[in-house]
């Protein structure tokens, strides 16, 4: 599974983070960081969840 995260859509709401603090982080300035690679076992639903916790739709899974 591979996760994006569209930076121009991305506004700081920290939700992804809140939702699925495993598989996002945030920069200083609370804007989700784009994740890098493939997501680890076990971490996919947790993926999932931030991804629908975004009001931005700016995570994306594959
Ligand atoms: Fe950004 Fe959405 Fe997370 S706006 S910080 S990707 S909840």
Redesign the pocket.
């Known amino acids: 599974m591979k996760v994006t995260?569209d930076a121009n859509?991305?506004?700081?709401?920290?939700?992804?983070?809140a939702t699925a603090p495993e598989v996002?982080e945030?920069d200083d300035a609370?804007?989700?960081i784009p994740y890098d690679g493939e997501v680890p076992d076990g971490f996919e639903e947790a993926a999932r969840e931030g991804a629908y916790?975004?009001?931005?739709r700016?995570?994306t899974v594959d």
């Open positions: 995260i859509k991305c506004s700081g709401h920290a939700r992804c983070a996002f945030l609370g804007y989700a916790a975004c009001p931005e700016a995570i």
